[in-house]
């Protein structure tokens, strides 16, 4: 039981390329969600999923496109990266806010936009 | 979402008791308060959850009072490897969370 991975760890981007990061969790979780930290700030909630087949916006969406098209991926993209988007970003995942009703992150992916 | 309020840093030397207290003075009915933490360079860890009263675990202990505008975590005799940043959250229980700045908890020797 990998709990959420993510993929890449680490990525470098020039401005104006585009590229997927990959949220995968074998919990089989209903919710998935992408934070964006940068540093020494809280976390802020880009996207989220209640379910395979949906996406909703979150804070900051802007810049950024998500897909839930399997209920153990959450893919975030971006699609002209800029370098206001250099960050760290977390994905998540839980059970829906039943009785367990808590989250679980995955490691982070640092993202540089030069 | 209920907007919360709590100390950006806090210092402690190991083996006191640490509280951090959390003002959410627009906590709805059907909201619960929620408790993470999150050391450098990695995703954040709950740690407790609870609606009122009193909730303890292995971690922690949550202390609500009865106007629940307020809630204060509390971790008794901390260590080193407690130092990270703590975020209290306030949401429905059906809803997603958003995470503040949370509090910054230094423990010397």
């Not at chain 1, 964006?36 to 979150?58: C, F, N, W």
Request: aromatic share 12%; proline share 6%; net charge positive.
């Amino acid at each position: 039981n990998a709990g959420v991975t993510q993929t890449p760890k680490f990525r470098v981007l020039k401005t104006g390329q585009s590229m997927t990061l990959l949220c995968a969790q074998d919990m089989n979780h209903e919710y998935m969600y992408w934070y964006r930290q940068d540093p020494g700030m809280g976390l802020r909630l880009i996207h989220y999923s209640v379910g395979e087949g949906t996406t909703a916006k979150g804070e900051v969406p802007d810049g950024y496109n998500v897909s839930r098209l399997k209920k153990q991926n959450f893919l975030l993209g971006l699609e002209s990266a800029a370098p206001s988007q250099t960050s760290v970003y977390f994905c998540a995942s839980s059970p829906g806010r039943g009785i367990s009703g808590q989250e679980y992150f995955g490691p982070g992916t640092r993202l540089t936009v030069t | 979402l209920a907007k919360t309020t709590q100390p950006i840093s806090m210092d402690s030397y190991e083996g006191q008791e640490v509280n951090i207290t959390c003002s959410h003075n627009n906590i709805a009915t059907n909201d619960y308060i929620t408790w993470y933490q999150q050391f450098p360079s990695q995703g954040p860890r709950f740690i407790i959850q609870g609606y009122k009263t009193k909730v303890t675990n292995e971690v922690a202990s949550l202390f609500i009072p009865a106007d629940r505008k307020s809630s204060t975590l509390s971790l008794p005799r901390v260590s080193l490897s407690d130092t990270a940043v703590y975020y209290c959250l306030v949401a429905p229980f059906t809803d997603k969370l958003i995470f503040g700045t949370g509090t910054r908890l230094q423990v010397f020797p």
